[in-house]
């Protein structure tokens, strides 16, 4: 089992940055494929980005793709995702997963979930 704790939300404006650090703790980390997920009021939990145990795959949702940056440090057990040029569409909390794999593949259906971590980005 692995637990997760997200860090780094906060308040920006559109056009500035944020980068969201997911801390993990308990089985090996380097074997999990991590993700990061988004949910806004009144709307589905949606992917963002994966990245495979080695961190050789990513992956990103279209409407991030080119502004978002997905990254790893398994010395550190810690996931990263760095955000540019944000927009007040993507204010959302912001969701760190894990799933334990020996494969190095990125994944879409996890098992370990985080609490979360608000980002507001404002106009």
């Known amino acids: 089992q692995v637990q997760l704790v997200e860090s780094g939300g906060g308040l920006v404006q559109a056009g500035g940055s944020l980068r969201l650090s997911c801390a993990a703790s308990?089985?090996?980390?380097?074997?999990?494929?991590m993700g990061w997920f988004r949910q806004a009021p009144g709307k589905e939990r949606e992917f963002v980005a994966a990245i495979s145990w080695s961190g050789r795959s990513t992956s990103y949702a279209d409407s991030v793709k080119g502004r978002f940056t997905i990254s790893r440090d398994n010395a550190r057990n810690t996931v990263y995702l760095r955000m540019n040029s944000l927009k007040p569409e993507d204010t959302a909390v912001y969701y760190c997963?894990?799933?334990?794999?020996?494969?190095?593949?990125?994944?879409?259906?996890?098992?370990?979930w985080g609490q979360g971590t608000q980002v507001t980005v404002s106009s």
């Open positions: 308990g089985r090996t980390f380097s074997y999990y494929a």
């Open positions: 997963a894990a799933y334990y794999s020996t494969y190095d593949v990125v994944v879409y259906d996890y098992d370990y």
